[in-house]
């Protein structure tokens, strides 16, 4: 089979045919008005400026259809140069020509057709008027009336061409207006078309969609920015752009690799000199300077209309060094730039901005399958290799081309061997190309702040991520806008820090190039790596940041295997510590005095040991432990105790809960694959709002507002000294089934929205997990928001509405809310103990009408900072119901709001830093 077949509409534009030229130019002219006379004189003139030169010297009638000989010569000629005479339009073979012509150079973009009016009129031509209409008005009594149709159709396109007019050149003289042929023909044919694959899977749209605005017709000059990590296309795509347009330019110019370029010796005087020959068709200027190269420059592109294309620009300066003002550009110019930095231009400076995705999943397998077996689907044998090979690219072109080809014609044991490999150490040429941004970044401190998030916080909260890194001396949030610019993270639509499986694969292996120990390197992340050097008891100063999970051991039983405290006693740099279902034994005196992050899921104590160092840790994380308490006795720096708050489950009809509360399945949003298995009971703690569920079929008899539906509307009371400072949302939903009639299936994710019809704010919370009742169960969703002083006010109106997954049905939707009651000479707002991590749950958005601006809302989920309890004990707040009772409840302070739930055995604690901790201090190893 072959490897491209020509017919492929996602191969390349320009055809393996056209690459074979066996004619420079293609003449196509009436022989009765122009052989012997013009055409003769211009044929002459192309073959001593050594031009390959084909026209058809034969005058016998050729009968009904073009030679054969005449389709090959059109095919391998890269110019078609057509003579309009007075007659040519009266010869149906000439018709004939003239479509061929054009149907050539929709097939090849960079095939180059030169109309030329010798004696008729262009609109003549466009309009099949003069000349035209009595050849035409013979044709339609002769020629089938499609046939007609679609020489008029081939006459008004190539009229529309940029061509050349006897009259209006050399002043009508014919020998000046044939050498200005000859210089046109040169000038067309020195642009030639750059080298693109022969493989454009899942490219030709992308190439389409910018061809729209490439050809708008617009008389302004527009700059379009594609932009994207390496190996994700961008160069490809600009290539097949310049190919199918720069015959439409009087110049055109494609400068590759500027970045390498730029860097060398006089590396952006080299730059000018290339633009300003392929502008100029071929002159060389000489430039002594920038600012020189810059003038001649503006010279050039003045003057005639262009198409620029810049590729790999790394630096504004680079640009610079091209053009300033973009209003320096003759009109209607485009230029097209190249770049892995989103940020590279400002909005303003930019008609448009194109951020090149990864391929499908379907696209990924055809890729992989032209380069691995030379067809567009894999071999039966290597089918289950092909499509992990392909998750393992997740879509990136160069990862899916280099593994393809490598192994083209390689044995199913060899691919199995390849795949493991890939593992643990990815593809050396595809890191090497991905590892360009990472070395473009500006100092060590991003670079650092990259390894630690490609080792540690793929997937987590940007907000999360800042708060410890912060405390580790760095500036997350300038460096994490630095990584986007670099397209090495993104931020989704949950402010989760996302990265390509590939960049992170490569960040870890800049990691384990380090030293071949790794107990020498400065991340461990291989649970094995992790789980021998404490075994061995050989950790080094080295280490900033360590996970170990023991289910990932699965040689090892983790619930015998003990290890030591005194294992960390080596890491006086530990920073971050991930660890999982790991036991250990020993004094926790000494134990990693540095740390910042300790996330230690599965803790198997039932309180934190007294002499457990916890004054320099920022986050401390203990989910699914069996945590009843913080600590035995008294501490310092940390002195919340986790317990029951009776009078909150009294308040919210709990009280009968607490011997009932089972374990239960929560599902993770958007998760691919989730894990069944029952959990017990959890908090959830994100962006100013708390979180539960557990199992439940009634809202409490003391929330105020109720509704046997998924929407409330209510009017928040008037009530002196008082404001409101949080909502209590609370829904009762069931599992209906998936084949349930009454069931709109959906996409949606499970979701609080709460709008305030009267200040036109609204808010939207989606949670990052959410509980699974068993089919025809309840399960209770307990949500409590903390609000801003001007989100709900006295009188105003507002609705809140939950949607929840498909299969999921709202049964009871219950609220209540929480108002604080100011009093004089004291401080009621400090509820939060860091003002620094108190999230708004809001929008400053105005209402709409459409459902389209809720699609546009966005979503959120974050954990927040708990208070220490001697702020909570300061509080006195109000419970006031929505009906303006007098039955009101006393609440102690915020732990008494987000201990609602009672008996989650999550612990999220974020601890207040102390002064010295707060203040950035000089530090010679930040990471």
């Given at each position: 089979m072959a490897l491209v077949r020509a017919s492929d509409p996602q191969t390349s534009s320009v055809s393996s045919t056209s690459r074979y030229c066996r004619y420079h130019v293609f003449l196509s002219f009436r022989g009765q008005d122009t052989r012997k006379a013009f055409t003769d004189h211009l044929y002459t003139a192309l073959v001593n400026a050594g031009f390959r030169t084909f026209r058809d010297d034969d005058e016998v009638e050729r009968g009904e259809g073009i030679e054969l000989e005449l389709q090959k010569a059109i095919k391998h000629s890269r110019t078609s140069?057509?003579?309009?005479?007075?007659?040519?339009?009266?010869?149906?073979?000439?018709?004939?020509?003239?479509?061929?012509?054009?149907?050539?150079?929709?097939?090849?973009?960079?095939?180059?057709?030169?109309?030329?009016?010798?004696?008729?009129?262009?609109?003549?031509?466009?309009?099949?008027?003069?000349?035209?209409?009595?050849?035409?008005?013979?044709?339609?009594?002769?020629?089938?009336?499609?046939?007609?149709?679609?020489?008029?159709?081939?006459?008004?396109?190539?009229?529309?061409?940029?061509?050349?007019?006897?009259?209006?050149?050399?002043?009508?003289?014919?020998?000046?207006?044939?050498?200005?042929?000859?210089?046109?023909?040169?000038?067309?044919?020195?642009?030639?078309?750059?080298?693109?694959?022969?493989?454009m899977i899942g490219m030709q749209s992308r190439v389409n969609e910018l061809n729209l605005w490439l050809q708008d017709g617009s008389d302004d000059v527009g700059i379009l920015v594609?932009?994207?990590?390496?190996?994700?296309?961008?160069?490809?795509?600009?290539?097949?752009?310049?190919?199918?347009?720069?015959?439409?330019?009087?110049?055109?110019?494609?400068?590759?690799?500027?970045?390498?370029?730029?860097?060398?010796?006089?590396?952006?005087?080299?730059?000018?000199?290339?633009?300003?020959?392929d502008i100029?068709?071929?002159?060389?200027?000489?430039?002594?300077?920038?600012?020189?190269?810059?003038?001649?420059?503006?010279?050039?592109?003045?003057?005639?209309?262009?198409?620029?294309?810049?590729?790999?620009?790394?630096?504004?300066?680079?640009?610079?060094?091209?053009?300033?003002?973009?209003d320096r550009f003759y009109p209607r110019s485009k230029i097209i730039i190249t770049t892995r930095r989103a940020?590279?231009?400002?909005?303003?400076?930019?008609?448009?901005?194109?951020?090149?995705?990864?391929?499908?999943?379907?696209?990924?397998?055809?890729?992989?399958?032209?380069?691995?077996?030379?067809?567009?689907?894999?071999?039966?044998?290597?089918?289950?290799y092909s499509e992990k090979l392909v998750d393992h690219c997740g879509g990136l072109p160069l990862a899916l081309k280099v593994l393809g080809s490598s192994l083209l014609g390689e044995s199913v044991c060899l691919w199995k061997s390849a795949l493991e490999k890939l593992e643990v150490i990815p593809n050396g040429e595809i890191i090497n190309k991905l590892r360009v941004s990472y070395d473009c970044l500006q100092d060590d401190h991003d670079q650092?702040?990259?390894?630690?998030?490609?080792?540690?916080?793929?997937?987590?909260?940007?907000?999360?991520?800042?708060?410890?890194?912060?405390?580790?001396?760095?500036?997350?949030?300038?460096?994490?806008?630095n990584l986007i610019d670099r397209c090495l993270v993104i931020i989704d639509g949950w402010d989760k820090v996302q990265m390509h499986d590939l960049i992170r694969g490569m960040g870890r292996e800049i990691v384990r190039l380090e030293s071949k120990e790794p107990w020498k390197r400065s991340r461990v992340w291989h649970h094995k790596d992790s789980f021998k050097i404490l075994t061995e008891k050989n950790g080094t100063e080295t280490i900033e940041g360590l996970v170990l999970n023991m289910h990932m051991c699965p040689a090892i039983n983790s619930n015998e295997k003990v290890l030591e405290t005194n294992a960390f006693s080596?890491?006086?740099?530990?920073?971050?510590?991930?660890?999982?279902?790991?036991?250990?034994?020993?004094?926790?005196?000494?134990?990693?005095?540095?740390?910042?992050?300790?996330?230690?899921?599965?803790?198997?104590?039932?309180?934190?040991?007294?002499?457990?160092?916890?004054?320099?840790?920022?986050?401390?994380?203990?989910?699914?432990?069996?945590?009843?308490?913080?600590?035995?006795?008294?501490?310092?720096?940390?002195?919340?105790?986790?317990?029951?708050?009776?009078?909150?489950?009294?308040?919210l009809g709990l009280c009968n809960l607490l011997e009932s509360m089972a374990p239960i399945r929560m599902h993770k949003q958007r998760a691919i694959f989730q894990n069944d298995d029952p959990i017990p009971v959890q908090g959830l703690y994100e962006p100013g709002i708390f979180s539960t569920f557990f199992g439940g079929n009634k809202v409490p008899g003391k929330f105020s507002h109720k509704s046997t539906g998924s929407s409330i509307s209510f009017t928040v009371p008037l009530l002196d000294n008082h404001r409101t400072r949080g909502l209590i949302v609370f829904v009762v939903y069931m599992n209906a089934g998936y084949d349930s009639p009454p069931i709109i299936h959906h996409n949606y994710l499970s979701q609080i929205i709460v709008k305030n019809k009267s200040n036109g704010l609204r808010g939207r919370y989606c949670p990052s997990r959410y509980g699974i009742p068993g089919e025809g169960e309840d399960m209770i969703w307990l949500s409590h928001w903390n609000l801003e002083?001007?989100?709900?006010?006295?009188?105003?109106?507002?609705?809140?509405?939950?949607?929840?997954?498909?299969?999921?049905?709202?049964?009871?939707?219950?609220?209540?809310?929480?108002?604080?009651?100011?009093?004089?000479?004291?401080?009621?707002?400090?509820?939060?103990?860091?003002?620094?991590?108190?999230?708004?749950?809001?929008?400053?958005?105005r209402l709409g009408d459409s459902d389209e601006e809720d699609k546009r809302e966005e979503v959120f989920s974050r954990f927040v900072c708990l208070p220490d309890e001697e702020e909570e004990q300061q509080d006195d707040i109000t419970v006031a119901t929505t009906t303006g009772s007098n039955n009101s409840g006393g609440l102690r302070g915020w732990k008494v709001?987000?201990?609602?739930?009672?008996?989650?055995?999550?612990?999220?604690?974020?601890?207040?830093?102390?002064?010295?901790l707060r203040k950035k201090q000089p530090s010679t190893n930040p990471g």
């Open positions: 140069v057509i003579m309009f005479s007075k007659d040519y339009a009266s010869s149906r073979w000439c018709l004939d020509e003239l479509v061929m012509i054009l149907e050539r150079k929709r097939i090849s973009a960079d095939h180059v057709v030169l109309p030329v009016f010798y004696d008729v009129d262009p609109s003549d031509v466009r309009n099949q008027t003069g000349s035209l209409a009595k050849a035409f008005a013979r044709h339609q009594k002769t020629q089938p009336s499609n046939k007609v149709k679609e020489w008029k159709e081939a006459l008004a396109e190539v009229a529309d061409l940029a061509g050349m007019v006897l009259p209006n050149q050399a002043n009508g003289r014919e020998s000046k207006f044939i050498n200005k042929i000859v210089q046109v023909i040169g000038e067309k044919l020195r642009r030639r078309p750059l080298s693109v694959p022969h493989i594609i932009y994207g990590m390496s190996g994700i296309g961008k160069t490809t795509i600009a290539k097949s752009l310049y190919n199918t347009n720069f015959g439409r330019f009087e110049g055109s110019s494609f400068i590759e690799n500027i970045r390498e370029i730029s860097q060398q010796p006089n590396g952006l005087v080299q730059i000018q000199k290339q633009l300003l020959s100029l068709n071929g002159r060389k200027m000489k430039i002594s300077s920038v600012s020189e190269g810059l003038i001649k420059i503006e010279d050039a592109i003045s003057s005639k209309r262009v198409l620029l294309v810049l590729d790999d620009v790394d630096h504004i300066d680079q640009l610079d060094a091209v053009f300033q003002m973009k940020r590279l231009l400002k909005a303003h400076q930019v008609t448009k901005v194109y951020a090149v995705g990864t391929l499908t999943q379907k696209e990924s397998l055809e890729l992989f399958s032209w380069h691995a077996f030379g067809q567009d689907h894999p071999v039966e044998d290597y089918k289950e650092k702040l990259f390894l630690h998030i490609a080792c540690f916080f793929i997937g987590m909260d940007k907000d999360y991520i800042a708060k410890i890194l912060d405390g580790c001396d760095f500036y997350t949030i300038v460096g994490i806008q080596r890491m006086r740099e530990l920073k971050l510590l991930h660890l999982s279902h790991v036991q250990l034994d020993g004094s926790y005196a000494e134990f990693c005095t540095e740390l910042r992050w300790l996330c230690w899921t599965k803790f198997p104590l039932d309180s934190i040991p007294v002499d457990f160092p916890l004054e320099s840790v920022i986050i401390l994380e203990m989910q699914y432990s069996g945590l009843r308490q913080v600590f035995k006795g008294t501490k310092v720096q940390v002195t919340t105790h986790w317990s029951v708050d009776v009078e909150m489950i009294n308040l002083d001007d989100q709900l006010q006295g009188g105003d109106e507002v609705v809140v509405s939950v949607i929840m997954k498909s299969g999921l049905l709202v049964k009871e939707l219950g609220i209540q809310l929480v108002q604080v009651q100011e009093e004089e000479n004291h401080n009621m707002m400090s509820i939060s103990t860091d003002s620094s991590y108190h999230h708004q749950t809001w929008y400053n958005k709001l987000v201990t609602a739930a009672c008996f989650f055995l999550t612990l999220t604690l974020i601890t207040r830093s102390s002064p010295s």
